[in-house]
């Protein structure tokens, strides 16, 4: 069996396991990036690709420092400078980059083109392996493949929800089902799709609805609602998917014809890891946290994982040996999971919020929507707080 030594073997090369790998080369660790399958990619596609991600300014701003956003194509990005939350037929909060002095609050992109392009920017070839086995040794970790043994001293699994890393290792974690599913279909308007997203809460259907303007004229159209009911209709004709969709968000596209293109549907999990970094083993990304998806925030906090493990590594100047000393990720894990679990217990509180029928509930909420408007600072500190501009 061949062996392989590295500092850090990264598992998973999805978007935050390849932007990582591209960060820590600047870095100057040697580093492997396995995944279980190659990559394959259809980023010449006329149409955009129902994964989609919202990358706030913050996430912006890495990924230029690192080069890996000059790697994307200009023409399948698009800006978003305006959002906004209605309550479907009461109150509304709109918040525009201008509050804040930017130019923008963060910019819609396809998952796969970001992938590529970190990936593009790490300029080394992904390891296709199928790990069978982990240990643990004296100085980092030893992993089994079925071609080889690739030695490390760090290890860190970013390779998704299911990670096989964090399960073999039985590394505990905590969460939930929500009763409800995501929906999303991406359409072709007749007009360009333009650069406000918004939300609306339907709280008598207990159902959200959302719209993602993509570049030109395509966006991706999101429903929040019970698992059954959108599995069954991601299963329709398009033609019956098209028409249901224009009734539903026919006030809020003013009258805007549409071409139905593609859709899916998938469950809602909440998960979060106990120990996001200890003997040396760090979880990034989904392996580590799995929020609600209503404010498009899953991707940057991984993208936040991996920023704050650089700067922790950068100080150690190439030399991993102080990894090693009792309480190094203490501070790690402490920003990471305050970041992790504010973000997170905010997503629960919309669920929870637009999802209730306590008429209590319902005055207090359309208070403090209407109420934001008539604060600025505190609409600002929110929309700073939303584009990642208070993590550090």
């Known amino acids: 069996m061949q ?57 912006v701003n890495w990924l230029t420092e690192l080069g890996i956003w000059q790697q994307l194509d200009p023409s399948r990005l698009n800006a978003f400078t305006q959002l906004s939350m209605q309550e479907k037929q009461h109150a ?6 201008s509050d804040i002095q930017q130019q923008q609050l963060g910019c819609f992109v396809e998952n796969q083109h970001l992938q590529y392009a970190a990936l593009q920017q790490f300029a080394e070839p992904v390891r296709v392996e199928t790990i069978t086995d982990i240990n643990q040794t004296a100085d980092g970790w030893v992993l089994d493949t079925e071609q080889q043994q690739i030695h490390c001293q760090l290890l860190i699994a970013a ?39 918004w939300q609306v809460f339907d709280n008598h259907q207990a159902q959200a609805l959302a719209f993602l303007p993509l570049y030109d ?4 159209l999101i429903i929040y609602d019970q698992p059954a009911k959108l599995r069954q209709l991601a299963q329709q004709s398009n033609a019956e998917q098209t028409q249901y969709l224009s009734q539903l968000f026919s006030r809020y596209l003013k009258g805007s014809d549409f071409q139905f ?14 120990n996001l970094a200890k003997d040396n083993l760090v979880l990034l990304g989904d392996a580590a946290h799995t929020i609600h998806p209503l404010a498009g925030q899953g991707v940057n906090l991984g993208i936040r994982d991996a920023q704050l ?11 991993l ?40 509930l319902k005055g207090i909420r359309r208070s403090l929507v209407t109420g934001l408007n008539q604060l600025p600072l505190v609409k600002s500190s929110i929309l700073k707080a939303a584009i990642g501009e208070f993590q550090g």
């Open 261 to 274: 293109l593609a859709s899916a549907s998938f469950p809602l999990q909440k998960m979060t890891a106990a």
């Open 159 to 197: 390779d998704g929800a299911q990670s096989q890393v964090r399960n073999v290792l039985k590394q505990p974690t905590s969460g939930w089902q929500y009763n409800q599913a995501c929906y999303c279909a991406n359409i072709q308007l007749t007009d360009d799709s333009g650069q406000h997203t």
């Open 217 to 220: 004229n395509f966006a991706t």
């Open 3 to 59: 062996n392989n030594n590295c500092d850090i073997a990264i598992v998973g090369a999805g978007m935050v396991g390849a932007t990582l790998a591209s960060a820590l080369k600047q870095l100057g660790y040697s580093c492997l990036l396995l995944d279980k399958t190659q990559p394959t990619f259809a980023i010449n596609s006329p149409t955009p690709d129902l994964r989609v991600s919202s990358i706030s300014l913050s996430s």
């Open 92 to 97: 509304s909060c709109h918040f525009n980059a």
């Open 309 to 319: 493990l650089c700067q922790t590594l950068s100080a150690l100047k190439g030399d």
């Open 321 to 360: 040996s102080a990894i090693h000393q009792q309480n190094f990720w203490r501070q790690f894990q402490f920003k990471r999971k305050l970041d992790i679990n504010s973000m997170s217990y905010l997503m629960d509180l919309l669920y929870y919020s637009y999802s209730s029928q306590s008429p209590i």
